[in-house]
C-alpha cells in the first residue's frame, strides 16, 4: 500500500536555486494539500487542490508554485529558495475535501 | 483571524497517568474537528474525528475527545498512557465548508516507563 509518496526525501539547496518537490497518490483521491512544518508552528498549508485542473492559495504561498499534473501527481516547486523555506515538506491527499487527509512520510529540505 | 491553539506545548508523563490535551479554536460557525498524531520518524496520522452527533468520540489507541462548543474545546483525553504513546500530537480543524485544514502549532508528549 504506497498510499502517498514524496520525493525527493531530503534535498539540501543553496539560495537562490530551484527545485520541485513531487507527490503522488495511488488512492484515487480528488484533493491534495502541500503543508510546510516548522518547531513550534504546526503545519500551515502552502497550496491546495480541490480537484484536479484546479490549484489555491492557503496560509503561506508566498515563493511556491504548484502543478496538479493530473489526479494523482500535485508537485510542488521553490523557483528561488530562500533560507526561510528551510522545513519539512508534506504532501496529503483527501477523498473528499479536507476530510481525512492521508500524508506522505515528509521531504526534508535545508537552504543554505 | 481563524486560528487554532494548543496550550500546551511540551507534556511528559510517567505510564499509566491520564492524559488531556487541549485545543481551542476561533471561529463562531460550523467546524469538523481533528486530532492527527505523528511517531518519531514518521508521518501524521488521523486518531480520531468530529463531525457530528455525539460530541464524544473515540479513536485509535484508546483515544478520545470531546467537543465543547460553548468553549470552542475539542480536547483529546487517555486514562491510561503508554510508553508507545510518546509523539507530536496535532489539534486541526475544518470551519464551514473550507477545503483549508487548520492545524493547531502540535503538542510533544513524552511518556516515561
Known amino acids: 500500500n504506497a498510499g502517498v509518496t514524496q520525493t525527493p526525501k531530503f534535498q539540501v539547496l543553496k539560495t537562490g536555486q530551484s527545485m520541485t518537490l513531487q507527490c503522488a497518490q495511488d488512492?484515487?483521491?480528488?484533493?491534495m494539500y502541500w503543508y510546510r512544518q516548522d518547531p513550534g508552528m504546526g503545519l500551515r498549508l502552502i497550496y491546495y487542490?480541490?480537484?484536479?485542473?484546479?490549484?489555491d492559495k492557503g496560509e503561506v504561498p508566498n515563493g511556491y508554485n504548484v502543478s496538479r499534473l493530473n489526479k494523482r501527481e500535485f508537485s510542488l516547486r521553490l523557483e528561488s529558495a530562500a533560507p526561510s523555506q528551510t522545513s519539512v515538506y508534506f504532501c496529503?491527499?483527501?477523498?473528499?475535501?479536507?476530510?481525512?487527509?492521508?500524508f506522505g512520510e515528509g521531504s526534508r529540505l535545508t537552504v543554505l | 483571524a481563524q486560528s487554532v491553539s494548543q496550550h500546551n506545548h511540551h507534556v511528559i508523563l510517567s505510564e499509566a497517568a491520564s492524559l488531556e490535551l487541549g485545543c481551542n479554536y476561533s471561529?463562531?460557525?460550523?467546524?469538523?474537528l481533528f486530532w492527527y498524531v505523528q511517531y518519531p520518524g514518521q508521518h501524521l496520522q488521523l486518531l480520531l474525528k468530529?463531525?457530528?452527533?455525539?460530541?464524544l468520540v473515540k479513536g485509535i489507541k484508546g483515544f478520545e475527545a470531546e467537543f465543547i462548543k460553548s468553549k470552542f474545546s475539542f480536547n483529546l483525553r487517555k486514562p491510561s498512557v503508554q510508553w508507545s504513546d510518546t509523539a507530536e500530537y496535532f489539534c486541526?480543524?475544518?470551519?464551514?465548508?473550507?477545503?483549508?485544514?487548520?492545524f493547531g502549532s502540535g503538542t510533544r508528549l513524552l511518556v516515561r516507563p
Open positions: 488512492m484515487n483521491h480528488n484533493s
Open positions: 471561529y463562531g460557525g460550523t467546524v469538523n
Open positions: 486541526a480543524v475544518r470551519m464551514d465548508s473550507s477545503y483549508k485544514l487548520i
Open positions: 468530529y463531525f457530528s452527533g455525539d460530541p
Open positions: 487542490s480541490a480537484s484536479e485542473g484546479t490549484t
Open positions: 496529503a491527499s483527501s477523498a473528499r475535501g479536507p476530510g481525512e487527509l492521508f
